[in-house]
């Protein structure tokens, strides 16, 4: 297998025909059936049916695969190139919608001064849908909720968060800093599905007090949930990175010390090891968030800011 031949491939993926690639590889039309040909003998499958121009769905897994070869061919170069004050190439990082919305302000700023030829992809989705994305390759690094068990994932953990009541100013609960599980558990919350882990540590936290929360509406989406509790809607226990401290507005923020700390850290695959790109980004992310998290009520670093480990 060539890489000529993946590239001949993906070049028909994007121009729709042969004739569109020979056209967008400068070459002429029986090169690329030629080129596609040996490339379906090695693999012993069609990849394009040649009625259509269009790939078949052999074709579009080698296609999705090439895709990533020929990002880490870009890394490499430019890993290679760079130096520690010069670091060039792509990254693509995956982030939790709640630690994005507070880091992401912080952190672009300080990455495009410190690395501007760094171009950094960035996708937002949750814990469970981003790590498969980075196990296959589709994503550098993330940005997830912790612990994380894989054998070809490391992760070193970043900050600590509070789980927060989050109340608009004109609820009976804004005159409060602290309430107790048993003070939450005397009306209904807006509360995340019961199939979400947060919802699963919240019952789990109440369940330890012999209590069990009640319900006003079943929630599927933090910021949402957080959007609900700002606008009145009702009380919402929330990751204190949901409210970021840039965020003004009429609500309050009210500890419960009986709700233990969520972890958020930094994941990336130990094979192959990170492009420079990525190290940067990480570093960066690292530096951001040691400068700025006592701007942040409830976010944590540093000694004692993360749950002891419990021995089995």
Same mark, same amino acid.
């Given at each position: 297998m060539e890489l000529r031949q993946l590239q001949v491939l993906v070049s028909i993926a994007e121009n729709g025909s042969f004739s569109g690639?020979?056209?967008?590889?400068?070459?002429?039309?029986?090169?690329?059936?030629?080129? =596609?040909?040996r490339l379906e003998?090695?693999?012993a499958t069609i990849l394009v049916e040649r009625s259509t121009g269009r790939l078949t769905q052999d074709g579009q897994t080698v296609v999705d695969h090439a895709r990533q070869v020929f990002i880490q061919i870009q890394d490499i170069a430019a890993a290679v190139e760079s130096n520690? /004050?010069? =670091?060039?190439?792509?990254?693509?990082? &995956?982030?939790?919608?709640?630690?994005?919305?507070?880091?992401?302000p912080r952190l672009l700023p300080t990455l495009a001064q410190r690395f501007p030829n760094i171009h950094i992809t960035i996708s937002e989705g949750s814990t469970s849908s981003l790590l498969p994305r980075l196990i296959d390759g589709s994503?550098?690094?993330?940005?997830?909720?912790?612990?994380v068990e894989h054998d070809n994932l490391e992760s070193i953990a970043l900050f600590a968060e509070d789980l927060m009541l989050l109340v608009d100013n004109k609820h009976e609960w804004s005159t409060l800093d602290k309430i107790t599980i048993a003070e939450l558990a005397t009306k209904p919350l807006l509360l995340p599905p019961k199939n979400t882990?947060?919802?699963?540590?919240?019952?789990k936290a109440a369940g330890s007090h012999r209590l069990v929360l009640k319900t006003q509406a079943e929630i599927d989406g933090v910021r949402l949930l957080t959007s609900l509790a700002f606008e009145g809607f009702g009380a919402a226990i929330v990751p204190a990175t949901a409210a970021p401290d840039w965020l003004t507005g009429e609500f309050k923020r009210i500890q419960v010390p009986e709700l233990p700390r969520r972890v958020v &850290?930094?994941?990336?695959?130990?094979?192959?090891?990170?492009? /420079?790109?990525?190290?940067?980004?990480g570093s960066v992310v690292r530096e951001? =968030?040691? /400068?700025?998290?006592?701007?942040?009520?409830?976010?944590?670093?540093g000694k004692g800011a993360f749950p002891l480990k419990r021995s089995s």
């Open positions: 690639a020979a056209r967008a590889l400068s070459t002429v039309q029986s090169n690329i059936s030629a080129h =596609i040909s003998n090695e693999l520690e /004050k010069d =670091i060039a190439g792509e990254t693509r990082l &995956g982030c939790i919608g709640t630690t994005g919305r507070w880091l992401m994503l550098d690094a993330c940005i997830v909720h912790l612990p882990a947060l919802r699963r540590i919240l019952d &850290g930094w994941v990336q695959r130990t094979r192959p090891l990170a492009s /420079k790109a990525t190290q940067a980004v951001v =968030i040691e /400068k700025t998290n006592d701007q942040q009520p409830g976010v944590h670093t």
